[in-house]
């Protein structure tokens, strides 16, 4: 398993494996989200990890200048979990902004549980 920085070349495999993921991504791969999420692509930081030539998983982040980087995206192909590619992740991330604390913008709270994170707080969503 190889994790790195994405790059454009990767987008159609995660474009792919995002649609794999049914309904549940749809507002990221679907034909009115997708051009949005390229955009938020570009400007986040996001790396993948591959089994040679699949895409097996990838995590989006934020850098808040210097004052912590935050995951918004974390997403492991189904056919690939249990194997401990998204604590790679995780890892991958937090050793490269190790000046920094990573957090993680979650709707998944038991799997981070399960990695050992603690919950520093909550988010709460403002409508207009």
């Known amino acids: 398993m190889v994790v790195r920085r994405y790059s454009r070349a990767d987008e159609e495999l995660l474009f792919d494996m995002l649609k794999d993921e049914g309904d549940d991504w749809l507002e990221y791969h679907g034909a009115e989200g997708r051009e949005r999420y390229e955009r938020a692509l570009e400007s986040s930081v996001t790396y993948v990890v591959f089994d040679g030539s699949i895409l097996c998983g990838y995590a989006r982040c934020r850098e808040d200048d210097g004052f ?52 520093v707080g909550s988010i709460f969503e403002v409508k207009g």
């Open 68 to 119: 912590g980087v935050y995951v918004y995206d974390l997403l492991v192909r189904r056919s690939y979990r249990g194997r401990q590619l998204g604590r790679m992740l995780m890892e991958r991330v937090a050793a490269d902004f190790a000046d920094q604390t990573t957090y993680v913008m979650s709707d998944v709270d038991p799997y981070y549980e399960q990695l050992g994170y603690q919950r």
